[in-house]
């Protein structure tokens, strides 16, 4: 399978703990994305990366949120301290760069997190 | 402001029918791209179709293709021969500042549900 894939698929933890998911993209896609998507909302984004380069991060993505993609491949979100509100479905995409602004994003199925 | 707004929260259509899918934009950018994805029920986002902001014709890919009206800033999304496999979430998105090196982020309507009776 080629896609991009997440993992885990579901992540149930605790207010206060600490979570990490991971993104595979698609292999040759330079760029990789990070949004979050709550119940009945379209995606909001957070964050990416050209290569191992962040190159933009939104104002969502607070102190607790960080992410790296090591070596321009795979991806990591880490979420520290969980609160209820950060119960939602984070969903990774990867593309091309070509440099017109019209490539598409590939999404992943997504990491579904509830916190307790 | 919303710069995505979907205003069916629901829509149901027959199989063998077409059915439009709303969204309307605000931006005050001149170079924009607008994009319409497909999130059935696994989750994941697929990708449907593009328009430019300078695209002089109306996009198309397969049975689905963009009614773009740039002045009443509306891109709604028109499928034809609805299938079964067409029921999902829809949502319409924006990309601002293409020829400026602006954000690279999609911003994204609420989305409409969409599902196809037999």
């Known amino acids: 399978d080629t896609g991009v894939s997440q993992n885990p698929r579901h992540k149930i933890t605790k207010r206060g703990q600490n979570v990490t998911f991971r993104c595979d993209p698609i292999s040759e896609h330079n760029r990789l994305y990070w949004y979050r998507q709550t119940l009945g909302q379209g995606p909001e984004f957070l964050t990416y990366?050209?290569?191992?380069?962040?190159?933009?991060k939104s104002r969502l993505l607070s102190d607790r949120f960080s992410a790296e993609r090591p070596k321009g491949s795979f991806s990591t979100l880490e979420i520290q301290r969980t609160e209820q509100g950060d119960s939602a479905m984070y969903l990774c995409?990867?593309?091309?760069?070509?440099?017109?602004?019209?490539?598409?994003?590939?999404f992943g199925s997504g990491t579904q997190l509830s916190v307790l | 402001a919303q710069k995505i707004t979907q205003t069916q929260p629901g829509m149901f259509v027959q199989e063998k029918e077409a059915v439009t899918l709303d969204c309307t934009y605000d931006?005050?950018?001149?170079?924009?791209?607008l994009f319409w994805y497909k999130q059935p029920s696994s989750g994941e986002m697929i990708f449907l179709i593009y328009q430019g902001s300078y695209d002089q014709q109306n996009a198309t890919e397969g049975r689905y293709s963009l009614n773009f009206q740039k002045a009443r800033k509306s891109a709604n999304l028109v499928i034809s021969a609805s299938q079964l496999g067409d029921s999902a979430m829809y949502f319409c998105a924006m990309r601002e500042g293409l020829t400026q090196g602006g954000s690279e982020k999609l911003v994204f309507g609420k989305g409409t549900k969409l599902t196809v009776n037999p």
């Open positions: 990366f050209q290569n191992e380069a962040q190159l933009e």
């Open positions: 995409a990867s593309s091309p760069w070509g440099g017109f602004g019209h490539e598409k994003l590939f």
């Open positions: 931006t005050s950018d001149p170079s924009y791209g």
